[in-house]
């Protein structure tokens, strides 16, 4: 298996990109692992060397250019044709790497995904999911988290489909519950999607409708997979992100709020697309990385985008 | 001045309700105030004695019936014509009161506020708010939080201007800098709504505009009044009530997430109708109904309505 990483991304790239790489190998190696990093040659030859990475386990494929966190995406895709994000799709698309993960410019990644890598058969639109800490200790699914910020109700339903599948196949979350994110608890609540997307949801055999989730259920048992459009799940992911800015102002070393730190969880893996893409925060450290390629390496594993597929052609 | 208050509404009434104005005239006691209070006579005339309310205060107004919290509104609201709700709607229609006040069931609340009352000229539909408790210690203003799930640019205009009074003229924050909810905090960023939103704010003379505002942002500084649809709204204000619940659960004991607690706030007030109506939380206890009491003097005082009409007409 070959994982693509881009080592030009985020804020702290090269460095915590090859901290992450050592991470990775140490504490969770997988065996027919080999790790394909782009960047720049000489500093990144550099670095694994002083960070002692074992050589049988990386292949650096050297680029030139790197595309800037403020750039914008579909331009510099196309005049950077080597810079490490554009020849990371080129190898995905061509099948050199089973996976692609970045932590620079989302824009960039997401346009990269969207163009160079075919939608799954069926899909409407692919999707961007976040992780949400449950206060019962266990892995929630939040989606669309900002792709989709107007949505049509069969983009919601199938939004449910691809959580579903990831919950149960990533997280291992047996029949994953899910819920449409709305205003109330009742059928009939909500705004106009909400109101067309529940009788959707209530008829999908394919998943394990609960009904509605509420903003105070976010965080709750109540549902595993939670629905919505890119508008409010991309505003209720950054609000649960500044509560761990809030917490750490505050001084508050709390367990449960400290999994509120969403670095921990490495990165958004974009659904829908026929490969493997891993979008990480622009302020990914080692532990980021180390997990991305960790959810790169089950995602390729359990291949859930083949799962996806199939599940998304049930509806 | 005359406020009324039902005192048979919320989860914990009318003990709290009578707790809550015995609180109100020993810690603010407002020189010509008279409280109306409505609800069962042998029960709360016992309890106003039991807890020793000055009788000058008060005078109650003997209605038989009561509206639960989990009824039809419209249909309770008709049905039930002696409630504490129904007939303080009738005092307030008729100028016997010129506020009012109830925790009761928050649907006949909104339908007693929408049809008993005209809207404020101009105002294409009222609006309902929340504070939000904001970092640096000063009360941000959210609007609206549920009820209109579904908006127009224009409403949202609207809601900037109606936030901005109620915050310069309830909260004393001079020249209130408005954001608008969204994803990104580039112009242009956002669902169809969000994008017809922005230029309409930019242009709008009578607000402070200061751009987008991000899920991040919300309680931070950037923004003291911050306008979405009621949809993204009521999320954003559920969610940030289970903040406190899980500080709670978890033992968390900071001055600052103890602001969470949203019933510190008392209540919501309706904006846009010509008189002022505070909706409480069910949950309300003797702190929320006194701090509704508040509010309610001052928007009277203030003349905070007759502010949102004029302001209305300026746009």
């Known amino acids: 298996m070959n994982i693509g990483l881009d080592m030009m991304g985020g804020d702290f790239a090269p460095i915590e990109a090859v901290k992450g790489v050592k991470q990775y190998l140490l504490e969770q190696n997988f065996e027919g692992l080999s790790l394909i990093l782009?960047?720049?040659?000489?500093?990144?030859?550099?670095?694994?060397?002083?960070?002692?990475?074992?050589?049988?386990?990386?292949k650096v494929v050297a680029t030139t250019q790197i595309i800037d966190m403020n750039e914008h995406p579909t331009k510099a895709l196309k005049e950077k044709t080597n810079s490490s994000i554009s020849v990371g799709f080129q190898y995905l698309?061509?099948?050199?790497?089973?996976?692609?993960?970045?932590?620079?410019?989302?824009g960039a990644m997401l346009?990269?995904?969207?163009?160079?890598?075919?939608?799954?058969?069926?899909?409407?639109?692919?999707?961007?999911?976040?992780v949400i800490p449950k206060q019962d200790g266990s892995t929630g699914l939040l989606l669309d988290v900002g792709l989709n910020a107007d949505c049509k109700p069969e983009q919601l339903n199938q939004f449910a489909v691809m959580g579903s599948v990831f919950s149960k196949y990533i997280f291992g979350v047996d029949d994953p519950k899910v819920g449409l994110i709305n205003v109330g608890e009742e059928?009939?609540?909500?705004?106009?999607?909400?109101?067309?997307a529940y009788p959707l949801l209530k008829e999908n055999s394919a998943i394990n409708f609960v009904g509605n989730v509420e903003g105070r259920d976010v965080f709750n048992d109540k549902a595993d997979v939670m629905v919505c459009e890119g508008f409010t799940g991309n505003v209720i992911l950054k609000l649960a992100e500044s509560v761990y800015d809030i917490a750490q102002n505050q001084k508050v070393d709390n367990p449960y709020l400290n999994r509120f730190n969403f670095e921990i969880y490495g990165g958004t893996p974009v659904l829908g697309v026929e490969k493997p893409v891993i979008i990480g925060h622009g302020i990914s450290h080692a532990t980021a990385f180390s997990n991305m390629v960790d959810v790169a390496v089950k995602m390729?594993?359990?291949?859930?985008?083949?799962?996806?597929?199939?599940?998304?052609?049930?509806?």
Request: no cysteine.
């Open 187 to 196: 059928e009939g609540k909500g705004n106009i999607l909400a109101q067309a």
């Open 38 to 58: 782009f960047g720049d040659e000489p500093q990144l030859t550099a670095l694994l060397i002083e960070y002692d990475v074992p050589k049988d386990k990386y």
């Open 93 to 106: 698309a061509t099948g050199k790497i089973d996976a692609f993960i970045s932590a620079g410019n989302t």
């Open 300 to 315: 390729v594993n359990t291949d859930v985008l083949g799962k996806v597929k199939e599940a998304i052609q049930k509806i």
């Open 111 to 130: 346009v990269g995904a969207m163009f160079s890598l075919k939608t799954v058969e069926g899909v409407l639109r692919p999707t961007i999911s976040s």
